[in-house]
C-alpha cells in the first residue's frame, strides 16, 4: 500500500474559559461534519483503496486546522493584546500527545510480537521520529531510497501529516506575533489590522503555494512529505480565519449554495484525482478550495442551514472521534494484516470493529479527558478552574489519573490479546511434516558433483517440494532476519552496487592474476546475482569485475530518474560511455549483464508499451554491437520475476503458500524482448532465462532449498544467489553431448 493520508481531528478551541465569549462557546457543527467526510475517505482509500483520490482527506484537515488554531489566536489576540505562547503550546500538548503516544506505544509494542525482528525495529525507529514531529521527513526519506522501494509500509506512515501540522505550528505563531508587533508600532485599527493579518496571511500562503507547483515538478515524492510543500493548506485556513469579519457579513441565501459549491469540490476531488496524479499542487487545489469554501459559508453564523450531511448527528461524532480514528485506523489495518490475510473474509470487518472500537474508547477515556484537564497549567488557572468545577476533574467527570490509567488499560489489553493471537494461531517454526525438500538442492552452491544433465531437474524437484510445503520451515537466512543486509555482499558489505573510476579497484573479485577476466554490468538486478556468477566462475580460473550501477540498466539506453533521489539517473549516460571504454580496454573474455525488468517503463523517451519494447530490443542489440570486437563472448541474464515482499504475505496465520508468486505479463513481454534482440548475434550472445531456477511452469514458492529467495521482493538473498552458481556454469558452459 502505498499510504497518504493525515490527522483527523484538531484543537477547535482554548481548554479554559476567559473573559469574554471564547471559541468554544461558538462550536461549529459543521466542522465536525467536515472531519467526518475527511477521515471517512482516508481510512476508505487505505481500507478499500476506493475512492482513488481519497487521500485529499489530508488537505481537508490540513485546512481545518489552519482554520481553527488562527482563529483560536486570533480571538486571544483581539481579547488580551496578546498571544501567548506558553498557552499555546500548552493547549497543543494536551490536544495532540496523549493519544498519539498512546497509538505510538501500542504499535510499536504489538510490532515486537507480530512483525519480523528487522520490520519491528524499523517500526521503533518510526515510532521515534514520529514523536518528535519529524516523522514526514524520514518517510520521505525512506520513501526515496530504492533499497526500500518494495519494502512493506509502516504501521505509522500516517504520522507524516502530524508532522506536518506541528511544523507549521512551530512557526505559525511567532509570525503572527511579528505581524502584530510591527503593526502596532503605527496604532493601526482593529478593522485595518485584522486587514493588514489577512493580506499578510495571503501573500505567505501564495508564496508556499508557488513553492509546491515548484517542489511538486521537480521533486513529486518529496513535495508530499514536505512542510513547505503543504503549508500553503494550512495557510488558506489561516487566510479564511483572518478574513472572518468580511466573511460574516455574506447573506444567509448564498450560503448554502456556497457550501455545497465547496462538497461539491471535495467530491470531485476523490473521483478526478489518483495516486498519478501532480499532488500537491496544482490538484491540491481542488480539495483545499472546496473545504474552504465549506468553512467559510458558516463564518459568523452558529449552524450551518440546509447541510444535512455534515451536521447530522452521526457525522458529527465521527467528526468528534476523527483524531483518535485516524491515529488508529492504519496501524489496525498493517498489524492486522499480519495475522489475517487481506483477503480472508474477516478481515475487512474485524478491521473496521478494531478501528471503531480503540477510537471511541481512547477518545472518552484519554483524548477528552486529558484535553479538558489542568494538566501543565499553571497555579493560578488551577484555583480558578477548581473553583468552577470539582477538584482534579474536567467536564467529563474523568480525572486525568483515570485517563492515563485507561491508556494504560489499552496497552495491556491490546498486547494480551495480541499474545494470545500469537500462542494460539502461529504457524510452527520448524519443517513441516509435509516438506521434504531434496537434500541436493541444498548442495547447489557449493558443489558440482551431481551429473550436470541432473542439475535443472534436481533443481525443480527441490522447487517442487517448497511449493508443496503447507507450513514455513527453519530457513538460513531466518525470515525474521531478512533486511538490506540480506543482499549479495559485493552489494552490502563491499559497496560496489555504484563502481566508477574512483573505486573500480575495489570491486575485482577472485584472482586478479587470473588467466580469464568476466566483466559484470548492469544494476543492482545484476549485482545480485554476484555470489552465483562468482561460484560459476571464480573455479574455471576467472577473475569478475563489477562495473554496475544504480539504477542504471546494462543495455545503453537512457532512463528517467526511479524516484527523486535517484540521481544516477542523471548520470547513468556518462556511466554507459565508461563502462564501455573500459570494457574495450580490459578486452574481457566474458561480459555479463543483467537489468531490471522495471526500468522498462521509465524510459527517458517516455514511451510506454509496445514502443517502450521495440526501444529496449533496439537498445540491446546495439549494445552488443558495440561490445563485438571487445569481448570473446556476451551472456544476458534475465531478471528474476518479481514477488510479494514477505514482510507483506508471511504472517502468523499464513501457509508458503500465501507468498507463491508468478512471472507478470510486463515481465514476459521483456523477457521476450531480450530474447529476440539477442538471437541475431549467433554465438556471440546468449540468453539465460532464470525462471527454470525458481519456478515450476509459472508458479514460485518464496523460499527453494530452506532458503528465502528474495529480502525485498526483487533481489537475490546472497545465499539464494549462491545456490544458483552450478546451474550458472552449466548454462554458460554446457558439458559436451
Same mark, same amino acid.
Given at each position: 500500500?502505498?499510504?497518504?493520508?493525515?490527522?483527523?481531528?484538531?484543537?477547535?478551541?482554548?481548554d479554559?474559559?476567559?473573559?469574554?465569549?471564547?471559541?468554544?462557546?461558538?462550536f461549529?457543527g459543521?466542522?465536525?461534519?467536515?472531519?467526518?467526510?475527511?477521515v471517512?475517505?482516508?481510512v476508505?482509500?487505505?481500507?478499500?483503496?476506493?475512492?482513488s483520490?481519497?487521500f485529499?482527506?489530508v488537505d481537508?484537515?490540513?485546512?481545518?486546522?489552519?482554520f481553527l488554531?488562527?482563529?483560536?489566536?486570533? +480571538?486571544?489576540?483581539?481579547?488580551?493584546?496578546?498571544?501567548?505562547?506558553?498557552?499555546f503550546?500548552r493547549?497543543?500538548?494536551?490536544?495532540?500527545?496523549?493519544?498519539?503516544v498512546?497509538?505510538?506505544v501500542?504499535?510499536?509494542?504489538?510490532?515486537?510480537?507480530?512483525?519480523?525482528?528487522?520490520r519491528?525495529?524499523?517500526?521503533?525507529?518510526d515510532g521515534?521520529?514520529?514523536a518528535?514531529?519529524?516523522?514526514?521527513w524520514?518517510?520521505?526519506?525512506v520513501?526515496?531510497?530504492?533499497?526500500?522501494?518494495?519494502?512493506?509500509?509502516?504501521?505509522?506512515?500516517?504520522?507524516?501529516?502530524?508532522?506536518v501540522?506541528?511544523?507549521f505550528?512551530?512557526?505559525?505563531p511567532?509570525?503572527?506575533i511579528?505581524?502584530?508587533?510591527?503593526?502596532?508600532?503605527?496604532a493601526?485599527?482593529?478593522?485595518?489590522?485584522i486587514t493588514?493579518?489577512?493580506?499578510?496571511?495571503g501573500?505567505?500562503t501564495?508564496?508556499?503555494?508557488?513553492?509546491?507547483?515548484?517542489?511538486t515538478?521537480?521533486?513529486?515524492?518529496?513535495?508530499y512529505?514536505?512542510?513547505?510543500?503543504?503549508?500553503?493548506?494550512?495557510?488558506?485556513?489561516?487566510?479564511?480565519?483572518?478574513?472572518?469579519?468580511?466573511?460574516?457579513?455574506?447573506p444567509?441565501?448564498?450560503r448554502?449554495?456556497?457550501?455545497?459549491?465547496?462538497?461539491?469540490l471535495?467530491?470531485?476531488?476523490?473521483?478526478?484525482?489518483s495516486?498519478?496524479?501532480p499532488?500537491?499542487?496544482?490538484?491540491?487545489? @481542488?480539495?483545499?478550495?472546496?473545504?474552504?469554501l465549506?468553512i467559510?459559508?458558516?463564518v459568523?453564523?452558529?449552524?450551518?442551514?440546509?447541510?444535512?450531511?455534515?451536521?447530522?448527528?452521526?457525522s458529527?461524532?465521527?467528526?468528534?472521534?476523527?483524531?483518535?480514528?485516524?491515529?488508529?485506523?492504519?496501524?489496525?489495518m498493517?498489524?492486522l494484516?499480519?495475522?489475517? =490475510?487481506?483477503?480472508?473474509?474477516?478481515?475487512?470487518?474485524?478491521?473496521?470493529? @478494531?478501528?471503531?472500537?480503540?477510537?471511541?474508547?481512547?477518545?472518552?477515556?484519554?483524548?477528552?479527558p486529558?484535553?479538558?484537564?489542568?494538566?501543565?497549567?499553571n497555579?493560578?488557572?488551577? +484555583?480558578?478552574?477548581?473553583?468552577?468545577?470539582?477538584?482534579?476533574q474536567?467536564?467529563?467527570?474523568?480525572?486525568p489519573?483515570?485517563?492515563w490509567?485507561?491508556a494504560l488499560?489499552?496497552?495491556?489489553?491490546?498486547l494480551?490479546?495480541?499474545?494470545?493471537?500469537?500462542?494460539?494461531?502461529?504457524?510452527?517454526?520448524?519443517?513441516?511434516?509435509?516438506?521434504?525438500?531434496?537434500?541436493?538442492?541444498?548442495?547447489?552452491?557449493?558443489?558440482?558433483?551431481?551429473?550436470?544433465?541432473?542439475?535443472?531437474?534436481?533443481?525443480q524437484?527441490?522447487?517442487?517440494?517448497?511449493?508443496?510445503?503447507?507450513?514455513?520451515?527453519?530457513?538460513?537466512?531466518?525470515?525474521?532476519?531478512?533486511?538490506?543486509?540480506s543482499?549479495?555482499?559485493?552489494?552490502?558489505?563491499?559497496?560496489?552496487?555504484?563502481?566508477?573510476?574512483?573505486?573500480a579497484?575495489?570491486?575485482?573479485?577472485?584472482?586478479?592474476?587470473?588467466?580469464?577476466?568476466?566483466?559484470?554490468?548492469?544494476?543492482?538486478?545484476?549485482?545480485?546475482?554476484?555470489?552465483?556468477?562468482?561460484?560459476?566462475l571464480?573455479p574455471l580460473?576467472? %577473475?569478475v569485475?563489477?562495473?554496475t550501477?544504480?539504477?542504471c540498466?546494462?543495455?545503453?539506453?537512457?532512463?528517467?530518474?526511479? %524516484?527523486?533521489?535517484?540521481?544516477s539517473?542523471?548520470?547513468?549516460?556518462?556511466?554507459?560511455?565508461?563502462v564501455?571504454?573500459?570494457v574495450?580496454?580490459?578486452?574481457p573474455?566474458?561480459?555479463?549483464?543483467s537489468? @531490471?525488468?522495471?526500468s522498462?517503463?521509465?524510459? #527517458?523517451?517516455?514511451?510506454?508499451?509496445?514502443?517502450?519494447?521495440?526501444?529496449?530490443q533496439t537498445?540491446?542489440?546495439?549494445?552488443?554491437?558495440?561490445?563485438?570486437?571487445?569481448?570473446?563472448r556476451?551472456?544476458?541474464?534475465s531478471?528474476p520475476p518479481?514477488?510479494?515482499?514477505?514482510?507483506?504475505?508471511?504472517?502468523?496465520?499464513?501457509?508458503?503458500?500465501d507468498c507463491?508468486y508468478?512471472?507478470?505479463?510486463?515481465?514476459?513481454?521483456?523477457?521476450?524482448?531480450?530474447?529476440g =534482440?539477442?538471437?541475431?548475434?549467433?554465438?556471440?550472445?546468449?540468453?539465460? %532465462?532464470?525462471?527454470?531456477?525458481?519456478?515450476?511452469?509459472?508458479?514460485?514458492?518464496?523460499?527453494?532449498?530452506?532458503?528465502?529467495?528474495?529480502?525485498?521482493g526483487?533481489?537475490?538473498v546472497?545465499?539464494?544467489s549462491a545456490?544458483?552458481?552450478p546451474?550458472?556454469?552449466?548454462a554458460?558452459?554446457?558439458? #559436451?553431448a
Amino acid at each position: 500500500m502505498s499510504v497518504q493520508s493525515s490527522v483527523g481531528r484538531r484543537e477547535r478551541a482554548p481548554d479554559r474559559p476567559s473573559g469574554g465569549k471564547s471559541a468554544t462557546r461558538t462550536f461549529r457543527g459543521d466542522i465536525e461534519g467536515l472531519r467526518a467526510v475527511a477521515v471517512v475517505v482516508v481510512v476508505f482509500d487505505h481500507l478499500l483503496g476506493w475512492p482513488s483520490g481519497g487521500f485529499v482527506g489530508v488537505d481537508i484537515f490540513f485546512v481545518i486546522s489552519g482554520f481553527l488554531i488562527t482563529s483560536l489566536l486570533l +480571538k486571544e489576540h483581539a481579547r488580551t493584546g496578546r498571544i501567548s505562547l506558553v498557552d499555546f503550546y500548552r493547549r497543543r500538548i494536551r490536544r495532540i500527545l496523549p493519544v498519539s503516544v498512546l497509538v505510538l506505544v501500542v504499535t510499536v509494542a504489538v510490532g515486537f510480537l507480530l512483525l519480523p525482528s528487522a520490520r519491528a525495529l524499523s517500526t521503533l525507529w518510526d515510532g521515534i521520529y514520529s514523536a518528535l514531529f519529524v516523522a514526514n521527513w524520514h518517510f520521505a526519506a525512506v520513501g526515496t531510497d530504492y533499497l526500500q522501494a518494495t519494502n512493506a509500509v509502516s504501521p505509522l506512515q500516517h504520522y507524516w501529516s502530524l508532522a506536518v501540522e506541528e511544523q507549521f505550528y512551530f512557526v505559525w505563531p511567532f509570525l503572527l506575533i511579528v505581524i502584530f508587533a510591527l503593526a502596532g508600532r503605527r496604532a493601526l485599527s482593529a478593522r485595518v489590522l485584522i486587514t493588514l493579518v489577512a493580506a499578510t496571511t495571503g501573500a505567505i500562503t501564495l508564496a508556499f503555494l508557488a513553492w509546491s507547483f515548484f517542489e511538486t515538478a521537480t521533486s513529486p515524492a518529496i513535495s508530499y512529505f514536505s512542510t513547505g510543500a503543504r503549508a500553503w493548506e494550512l495557510g488558506i485556513g489561516a487566510f479564511v480565519a483572518a478574513a472572518a469579519p468580511g466573511l460574516a457579513k455574506l447573506p444567509l441565501r448564498v450560503r448554502p449554495a456556497i457550501a455545497w459549491l465547496g462538497l461539491a469540490l471535495i467530491v470531485a476531488s476523490l473521483v478526478l484525482i489518483s495516486r498519478d496524479s501532480p499532488f500537491p499542487a496544482p490538484w491540491g487545489m @481542488l480539495p483545499v478550495a472546496g473545504a474552504a469554501l465549506v468553512i467559510a459559508a458558516g463564518v459568523g453564523q452558529p449552524e450551518q442551514q440546509l447541510l444535512f450531511p455534515l451536521t447530522n448527528p452521526v457525522s458529527r461524532y465521527v467528526g468528534k472521534i476523527s483524531y483518535s480514528l485516524y491515529l488508529w485506523h492504519f496501524p489496525v489495518m498493517i498489524l492486522l494484516a499480519t495475522v489475517l =490475510a487481506t483477503d480472508s473474509p474477516l478481515y475487512l470487518p474485524l478491521a473496521a470493529l @478494531l478501528m471503531v472500537v480503540l477510537s471511541v474508547f481512547s477518545f472518552h477515556y484519554v483524548e477528552n479527558p486529558i484535553r479538558h484537564s489542568l494538566w501543565l497549567e499553571n497555579s493560578v488557572t488551577r +484555583k480558578r478552574e477548581q473553583m468552577r468545577r470539582p477538584i482534579s476533574q474536567n467536564r467529563t467527570g474523568i480525572t486525568p489519573v483515570q485517563a492515563w490509567i485507561g491508556a494504560l488499560v489499552v496497552v495491556a489489553l491490546v498486547l494480551v490479546s495480541v499474545s494470545f493471537i500469537a500462542l494460539r494461531g502461529g504457524t510452527p517454526s520448524g519443517p513441516s511434516a509435509n516438506f521434504a525438500p531434496v537434500g541436493a538442492g541444498a548442495d547447489l552452491g557449493v558443489e558440482t558433483t551431481t551429473e550436470p544433465a541432473t542439475l535443472l531437474a534436481t533443481r525443480q524437484a527441490t522447487i517442487a517440494a517448497a511449493l508443496a510445503a503447507t507450513a514455513w520451515p527453519e530457513t538460513i537466512p531466518a525470515f525474521d532476519a531478512l533486511g538490506d543486509n540480506s543482499g549479495a555482499p559485493e552489494w552490502v558489505d563491499d559497496n560496489c552496487l555504484s563502481v566508477s573510476e574512483k573505486n573500480a579497484a575495489d570491486c575485482i573479485y577472485g584472482d586478479p592474476a587470473a588467466a580469464k577476466t568476466a566483466v559484470l554490468l548492469g544494476d543492482s538486478m545484476a549485482i545480485s546475482y554476484m555470489p552465483a556468477i562468482r561460484s560459476a566462475l571464480e573455479p574455471l580460473g576467472y %577473475n569478475v569485475r563489477s562495473l554496475t550501477m544504480f539504477s542504471c540498466p546494462g543495455v545503453n539506453i537512457s532512463v528517467a530518474p526511479k %524516484n527523486a533521489s535517484d540521481a544516477s539517473a542523471a548520470t547513468c549516460d556518462d556511466h554507459h560511455a565508461w563502462v564501455y571504454a573500459e570494457v574495450a580496454r580490459l578486452s574481457p573474455d566474458l561480459v555479463i549483464m543483467s537489468s @531490471l525488468a522495471g526500468s522498462i517503463v521509465r524510459l #527517458a523517451s517516455g514511451n510506454e508499451g509496445a514502443a517502450a519494447l521495440a526501444e529496449w530490443q533496439t537498445a540491446t542489440a546495439d549494445t552488443l554491437t558495440a561490445l563485438q570486437g571487445a569481448t570473446d563472448r556476451v551472456a544476458v541474464l534475465s531478471p528474476p520475476p518479481a514477488s510479494t515482499p514477505f514482510a507483506e504475505c508471511k504472517t502468523l496465520t499464513s501457509a508458503p503458500a500465501d507468498c507463491v508468486y508468478s512471472p507478470s505479463s510486463l515481465y514476459q513481454k521483456v523477457v521476450a524482448t531480450e530474447q529476440g =534482440a539477442i538471437e541475431q548475434f549467433g554465438d556471440f550472445a546468449q540468453y539465460v %532465462n532464470v525462471v527454470p531456477w525458481l519456478c515450476v511452469g509459472d508458479t514460485c514458492p518464496a523460499f527453494i532449498a530452506d532458503t528465502p529467495v528474495f529480502f525485498d521482493g526483487q533481489h537475490f538473498v546472497r545465499e539464494a544467489s549462491a545456490q544458483l552458481g552450478p546451474l550458472l556454469a552449466e548454462a554458460l558452459f554446457p558439458p #559436451a553431448a
